[in-house]
């Protein structure tokens, strides 16, 4: 099973050094303007010390810098905060750029819950191309699929019957779970000639989650996160006149992306959506292709 990323360090040191800022300067700069006032005060009724700070204005100056530039970061934060949501609607067919930013690291890991994972594999097929001529600075990959157990009958994907009602179709989730069959095999054998050139270990897995193929959700590198809906009412026919099927079109669902980079709240919705798919995927079973190997 691929490794994971230290759910605990994910903040890194810069996310701590965020929190103790936010702790200590608001006080900070209320006794700096504390200090101003009083000294400010004290000089017009006191001469002595009014005649003393003539010859230090220099003081008072400096305090009001510090002072002015304290506010000025805050307010540049505020404006920052405003100006970039944390949230923002991109449409599957972007997923090649956020693919190709997540392997500008050392390590890359995508983790993926979905239906096929079509449109997500097409981008990783080609990125992990590129790797075999160049590797840039990534130096480890894990990427890891979660898809539904195409084994059990369901209701999404499924024939649609009278009155438009779901009819379980043996034959079409065959369809679907050779289809993930094809991705896993074509990415996990990418994923061993890259390991064995010795430049990169990639690893590629896929598992299965029981349900109906609802949420979008594409992880990378544990610190931005993609959401969507599928539009599970989406029809469509095999053959011209042939029998209408429910079949959810990954390609057009747009995601709401969420990164650590943003607010505290956005934040907190990336690790509650990490932790949502390790969960998933500890409880996930092993795709039937990957057993009978085993075997």
Request: hydrophobic residues 40%; glycine residues 8%.
């Amino acid at each position: 099973m691929p490794e994971r990323g230290n759910r605990a360090g994910d903040g890194g040191v810069g996310q701590r050094l965020r929190r103790y800022q936010e702790r200590f300067e608001p006080a900070l700069t209320r006794s700096l303007l504390a200090v101003v006032f009083v000294t400010g005060l004290t000089a017009q009724f006191v001469q002595p010390v009014g005649d003393a700070l003539e010859d230090k204005a220099f003081l008072g100056g400096a305090l009001l810098s510090l002072v002015g530039y304290v506010l000025y970061d805050s307010v540049k934060e505020l404006s920052s905060s405003v100006r970039l949501p944390t949230r923002s609607l991109v449409a599957s067919s972007e997923l090649g750029d956020f693919v190709s930013e997540a392997f500008q690291a050392r390590k890359v890991e995508i983790g993926f819950l979905g239906y096929t994972g079509e449109t997500l594999y097409h981008a990783l097929y080609h990125r992990l191309e590129a790797l075999f001529d160049n590797p840039g600075p990534t130096r480890e990959v894990s990427v890891r699929m979660l898809v539904p157990d195409f084994e059990q009958p369901m209701t999404v994907p499924a024939r649609v019957g009278p009155e438009g009602r779901p009819v379980d179709d043996p034959a079409f989730r065959e369809r679907m779970l050779r289809r993930c069959e094809e991705y896993d095999g074509i990415l996990s054998d990418l994923a061993t000639r890259l390991t064995g050139t010795g430049r990169v270990v990639v690893r590629c897995e896929y598992r299965l989650y029981p349900g109906i193929p609802r949420d979008k959700i594409c992880i990378f590198n544990r610190v931005q996160v993609l959401h969507g809906l599928y539009d599970v009412s989406a029809r469509m026919r095999l053959q011209h006149r042939g029998p209408e099927y429910y079949d959810p079109k990954g390609y057009r669902t747009d995601l709401n992306v969420w990164s650590r980079e943003g607010t505290a709240a956005a934040e907190a919705a990336v690790a509650t959506w990490i932790k949502h798919f390790d969960d998933l995927w500890d409880l996930a079973t092993e795709p039937p292709w990957q057993r009978s190997a085993a075997a």
